[in-house]
């Protein structure tokens, strides 16, 4: 059986297909290609640290996600949802692009950084979240993501408390957490799940203005 070979000076294909049929254009990405299972089937199959944690499963970006959204309400209680679902979606690019650690993002520099900025842009739209969040919810977010590497690192990535200090927020006892890796299909319906609560209390409040 042949199969056609394309032209020499063709562009390279820079779309990828999702499950659900989209076509995901990561030079151009359209808030319409977005779909939220997408997005909850492939952080539930990316492994934070490269997969370099112990226990049965790997511990998903999906998993993550919805610990970081955990902690962002802990850190600032009466958070809204619209800015937790900004904190669950906080990693959302990497259905596409993948999880890279920091050290090998430092290396690809503003490529990769623009890469990832166009593609949270396009799923804040989806949602509609704004396209820049504001300063300090972004603070915040990157304050609960630090907060759960730094336990992620010490439980589950072989870290002495010592070395994590020095690289992520340590927990206090208002956001110490122990962390249990879910299987993929159950981070993955778990991610599902909290997203559609979301979006319910987003309508509810809207409802309520």
């Known amino acids: 059986m042949s199969h056609a070979t394309p032209p020499r000076n063709a562009p390279a294909r820079a779309w990828q297909?999702?499950?659900?049929?989209?076509?995901?254009d990561l030079l151009d990405?359209?808030?319409?290609?977005?779909?939220?299972?997408?997005i909850a089937h492939g952080l539930a199959r990316v492994a934070r640290w490269n997969g370099q944690t112990t226990g049965p499963y790997a511990f998903s970006v999906a998993q993550h996600s919805l610990v970081v959204e955990e902690l962002a309400g802990r850190?600032?209680?009466?958070?809204?949802?619209?800015?937790?679902?900004?904190?669950?979606?906080?990693?959302?690019?990497?259905?596409?692009?993948?999880?890279m650690i920091s050290p090998f993002k430092a290396v690809l520099g503003e490529?990769?950084?623009?890469v990832e900025k166009r593609l949270e842009r396009a799923i804040h739209l989806r949602f509609s979240l704004p396209a820049e969040l504001p300063r300090t919810v972004r603070k915040l977010?990157?304050?609960?993501?630090?907060?759960?590497?730094?336990m992620e690192a010490v439980q589950l990535a072989g870290f002495a408390r010592e070395e994590a200090d020095r690289f992520f927020v340590t927990p206090d006892s208002a956001t110490q957490m122990t962390l249990h890796p879910l299987a993929p299909e159950d981070a993955q319906e778990a991610f599902l799940k909290r997203h559609h609560a979301l979006d319910a209390l987003i309508l509810s409040q809207a409802g309520a203005a």
């Open 29 to 38: 990405p359209s808030p319409l290609d977005v779909e939220i299972e997408d």
């Open 141 to 150: 977010i990157k304050r609960a993501d630090l907060v759960c590497a730094w």
């Open 75 to 99: 850190l600032k209680p009466g958070l809204s949802a619209r800015m937790r679902l900004a904190a669950l979606l906080h990693d959302a690019p990497e259905y596409v692009v993948g999880d």
């Open 17 to 24: 297909r999702m499950l659900s049929g989209r076509r995901l």
């Open 111 to 114: 490529d990769y950084k623009a």
